[in-house]
Every structure is written in structure tokens, then in C-alpha cells.
């Protein structure tokens, strides 16, 4: 297995990385030598800005604070692999595996053998976990995914070895009060960055491996047992940015038919108990319902906020604006488009 250099040691955007991957799996007879068993294999790893990427088969609202990541400049980007929604920052080790080996699952197995073994060589029992993590006292400091290729296979994961674990709570960690029905959040897990079970559990091998660079060159070595290096060229960068381009695609990054519910409820007074049920396609409102105690005047309110909101940023700069200037007291006694923004946003103008 060989290791995969870039000319220069620049900092690039997640993506890129994944479209590398790409051109690796698509070109790995070419790039990398076959070993002593005939097999074309290649390593690198990388590091990143913070940054969430989410699995492609996930709903970015479901799985991410996407306000916090704005305010914050936290980039969002949606991988080609299956598996669920990752923080990564400079603190998070990213490890990409690539091979002509087919076989999902020994392909896998290979890979998360190989990262359990080099962990523990440093002191820290590491184990697999599931299907696609390892674990460092009982505590996820890995998470792996696998995406096929028609002649190769790429295993790309995390390393938790420094990492913001607040930041990565709040970036991740959905906003919205309620999520229901077709977009289901994922699971949170307990960490533990690997320099903290370093300095817990390392051996004599592990003395100066809490210095990032060294454990990064650590792992290089490990998994390409010194078989040499290969520096990208520039009209091989061309083409791997040709390939980032498919990932920043809005269509690919939004996902496509993401129907998921976001509910309000409050009492508002004079009004009764409400419930604003809003239909969201990504990140923008397609329905209104609403439920409740309260006193219809006439039927047609939920096509009218419809009408209102449909199209709108579920924000109080966009959605909470639009509900303040409606008038749906036509349809529900003593009920205002002030009292609406407030139940949904906690605040007007």
C-alpha cells in the first residue's frame, strides 16, 4: 500500500478530498503498484476547516444545526458513501483507504482490523464496534463508511484525535423542536479524542504521539509499512476538481423528495392551544397545518398560511416576517400574525 501526497501541503476543502478518493478508486492500477500479493492499494489522510458532512442518503435538516453552521462559517457538504453526519475539524484526523478489492465486507473488515491494531499498539485497547466503528474504553473514537466503485472500493473514516467535542454538539445536533415523520435524526454517540487515551492508557511506543504531526506520521508509516509514496501531478489535481464539482451540486447537496415536519406548539392567549405543523422540502416550507383548541371563524386557514409561507426559509427573518404581516384572525377568533411569529420564533420586530 502506498501513500498519497499532494505537491503542496495547502489546505483544500472536504470535498476535494472525497473527489480524490474518487480518482484514486478510478485509476488505482495506475497509480498504485500491485504488493507481494498482487493487490493495488492506497492511503492518505487529511485534515480539515470545521466542516459537517452528512451521508447520502440522509436529511441535511434532520442531522444539522444549519443556523448555528452559518453564524459559525462551518461548512455542509453531503458525501457519495452511505453512514451518518460527522464534525470535522483540524483536531479530526480524516483517513482515506482505497483498493481493487470488491468485496464490501472483507474490504471493510481489512481496513477497520488494520485502525483497531494501530491504535492498540500504542497502549489504548481499541476494538471494532457494530458495523463501523472503533472504540477506545467503551467511547467512539472512530467512524468509518464504504463506498463501492465498479473495480475498487474506498473506506474512508474519522480519527478523533483533538477535536472540538462542543462545537461538534452544536453544529450536529438539529435546532428544530420536533423532527417527525420522514426525517429521523441520528443517534448521538459518547467520544473520546485519542490523544486523551494516550495520555490515559499509552505505552513506551506512544511517548510524543500527542503531538499531532508525529501520530500523523505514526499512521502513514503503519499502514503503508514504508512502501514508498506518490505525489499527485497537476493535471491529475484538474481532474479531481472536475469530480469535487459533482459534490457541489445543489441538487446533490439538498437531496432530493426530503420531506421531514417541523412543530410548534404554545398557547396563545385568547386564542386556545396551537399547533403549527410545517411540511418542509430541504430547507424551505411547501405546507402549513395547524391544530388545536381554538375558535375556526371559517375553514381555509392552512391554505392561506400555505400561500403565505410556501417557498420561505423556516428563519424569523423570512417565515417569522411573513407570519407577522399575515391576518389570520379572518379564520380564528382574537388570532394575530404577531401571536403566530411568536409561538414559531419567540419574537417580532
Known amino acids: 500500500m502506498i501513500h498519497i501526497t499532494l505537491p503542496d501541503d495547502s489546505k483544500h476543502r472536504l470535498v476535494f478530498y472525497l473527489a480524490m ?7 488505482i492500477n495506475e497509480i498504485a503498484p500491485p504488493d507481494e500479493e498482487g493487490r493495488h492499494e492506497a492511503f492518505f489522510i487529511w485534515q480539515v476547516d470545521p466542516t459537517v458532512i452528512f451521508g447520502r442518503n440522509q436529511v441535511m435538516e434532520a442531522e444539522v444545526n444549519i443556523d448555528y453552521c452559518r453564524e459559525r462559517g462551518i461548512k455542509l457538504f ?9 464534525y470535522s475539524d483540524s483536531g479530526n484526523i480524516m483517513l482515506s483507504y482505497i483498493s481493487d478489492r470488491t468485496d464490501v465486507s472483507s474490504t471493510f473488515d481489512l ?13 489504548p485497547q481499541s476494538e471494532r464496534s457494530g458495523r463501523n466503528d472503533i472504540l477506545v474504553a467503551g467511547l467512539k473514537v472512530s467512524g468509518n463508511a464504504f463506498f463501492k466503485r465498479p473495480n475498487s472500493s474506498i473506506v474512508h473514516g474519522t480519527l478523533l484525535f483533538d477535536s472540538d467535542f ?3 454538539e452544536r453544529a450536529i445536533s438539529p435546532s428544530h423542536l420536533k423532527m417527525a415523520n420522514k426525517g429521523i435524526s441520528s443517534a448521538r ?14 505505552n513506551d511506543k506512544a511517548a510524543g504521539m500527542e503531538d499531532i504531526t508525529c501520530f500523523k506520521r505514526y499512521l502513514v508509516e503503519y499502514f503503508t ?22 459534490y457541489l451540486d445543489p441538487d446533490f447537496l439538498l437531496g432530493k423528495n426530503h420531506l421531514w415536519s417541523e412543530i410548534y406548539r404554545g398557547r396563545i392567549d ?14 424551505l416550507i411547501v405546507e402549513c397545518r395547524l391544530r ?4 375556526p371563524l371559517k375553514d381555509g386557514l392552512d391554505a392561506y398560511l400555505t400561500s403565505i409561507l410556501k417557498g420561505k426559509r423556516n428563519d424569523d427573518n423570512d417565515a417569522g416576517a411573513s407570519l407577522e404581516a399575515s391576518e389570520p384572525g379572518e379564520y380564528v377568533l382574537n388570532l394575530t400574525g404577531k401571536a403566530l411569529r411568536i409561538l414559531c420564533f419567540g419574537k417580532t420586530t
Do not use: H, W
Not at 454517540?189 to 499509552?202: D, H, P
Not at 388545536?292 to 375558535?295: N, T
Open 21 to 27: 478518493e474518487e480518482y484514486i478508486a478510478n485509476n
Open 78 to 86: 453531503r458525501r457519495k458513501s452511505g453512514g451518518g453526519c460527522v
Open 111 to 123: 481496513f477497520l482490523d488494520r485502525l483497531a491494531n494501530c491504535l492498540s499498539a500504542l497502549g
Open 166 to 168: 462542543e462545537e461538534m
Open 189 to 202: 454517540q459518547r467520544v473520546i479524542n485519542f490523544k486523551e487515551a494516550l495520555l490515559r492508557y499509552g
Open 225 to 246: 509499512s514504508g512502501k514508498g509514496e506518490r505525489m499527485l501531478s497537476p493535471e491529475e489535481l484538474r481532474s479531481i476538481e472536475e469530480i469535487e464539482k459533482t
Open 270 to 283: 385568547g386564542v386556545g392551544e396551537m399547533e403549527i405543523d410545517l411540511q418542509m422540502e430541504n430547507d
Open 292 to 295: 388545536g383548541d381554538f375558535f
